[in-house]
């Protein structure tokens, strides 16, 4: 059973309520994919070698996702839902939201840097 509950699927594009609410605050902290990866993986007790053999992913990439190096991409996702249970679409909405929250969040710390 997956450590996380599912949300309902969203699509990709567009502000998402807990990135940017209607005021334009954005939140302080946003974990990054790779917190919840390795979440998952202390809820199974997995060590790296065990997700790695769940998730059919290259050496190169699962050291890079749990360093935060990759972003989840569509193939990366594929293999999360067959390793973890959980869909495709819950792995690619944490990345997009986390990007969207990068941007936001660069976009915000230049306008308080303008005079």
Known sequence: MPYFEEPEPQ????SQPFVSDKGG???AHMAP???FILAEMKAREW???????CTKLEWELVAGLLQGVIPI???IAARLMVGTEVSSEFWLNLQHNYDRWLTLKEQANERQSRP
């Open 47 to 53: 060590n790296v070698r065990d997700f790695q053999r």
């Open 33 to 35: 994919p790779f917190e």
């Open 11 to 14: 699509p990709l594009g567009g």
């Open 25 to 27: 605050r954005i939140a």
């Open 73 to 75: 991409n569509e193939y």
